[in-house]
């Protein structure tokens, strides 16, 4: 598993630094660190969160994690994994407004847009692609103020499934157009162009992607 192919590697030593969205971070990857620290003692790890696709070289990243698209295609990249994506909103803002039955109804409703700000939403249904212009009443440029507006009854988002499957759980939020089908979101590890990666950066990158494929 995960944790013995850490354990398996030799000693690593210095400090790992781990460019990462603070949400995916918090949520994904900061409860899988005790048992990587525990198979490597002598390494240290700095998390650089942000939302923000900055340059790996700059931020002084060994390594980064990223969720969606890549915009810069001279990063050496490795996919961890692809999330489900899913329309929500909180049972007091479909109290209000009531639950839309298509796509196109969503042009009624206000809509919450994150970091990626994209300008459509298309989804699928019976095997149909829709679209819809997304014009938002709230845009956040952090993926966690997407969620924390939707929880607060301000309208729909569109969110990964592991962002918000607490809330989901605890009944604060509830999925919409379940029926609908959108692009899953792919978790890439990307590693800084131009130079071999640290071992303790292809180490680490291992370790992440045999502990989400057991997710």
């Known amino acids: 598993d995960a944790e013995s192919a850490a354990r ?3 000693q690593l030593n210095g400090v790992l630094r781990v460019a990462l969205p603070p949400a995916f971070g918090v949520r994904r990857v ?5 048992a990587f620290l525990e198979s490597q003692p002598r390494l240290k790890i700095r998390l650089l969160m942000s939302d923000r696709f900055e340059d790996l070289v700059a931020e002084g990243a060994d390594l980064a994690v990223r969720v969606g698209e890549l915009q810069d295609s001279s990063f050496v990249a490795r996919r961890l994994a692809s999330v489900r994506r899913l329309f929500v909103a909180a049972p007091s803002y479909i109290g209000k407004r009531g639950a839309p039955r298509s796509l196109a109804e969503l042009a009624e409703h206000a809509l919450i847009s994150g970091p990626a700000a994209e300008e459509a939403w ?7 692609r829709e679209k819809l212009n997304v014009d938002p009443l709230i ?5 966690a103020g997407v969620v924390a507006c939707a929880v607060a009854g301000l309208g729909v988002a569109v969110a990964s499934h592991w962002l ?3 809330e989901l759980a605890e009944g604060r939020l509830v999925e919409i157009l379940s029926d609908y089908a959108l692009d899953p979101a792919s978790v890439f ?3 800084p162009a ?3 990666a640290p071992r303790k950066a292809r180490v680490f ?3 992440l992607s045999e502990a989400m494929a057991q997710a």
């Open 30 to 34: 900061v409860p899988l660190l005790p």
């Open 8 to 10: 398996g590697a030799d």
């Open 205 to 207: 990158a291992d370790f």
């Open 189 to 191: 590890v990307v590693f």
């Open 164 to 166: 918000c499957a607490q």
């Open 139 to 143: 845009h956040a440029s952090a993926a």
């Open 194 to 196: 131009g130079r071999k």
């Open 122 to 128: 298309s989804a699928t249904r019976d095997g149909r």
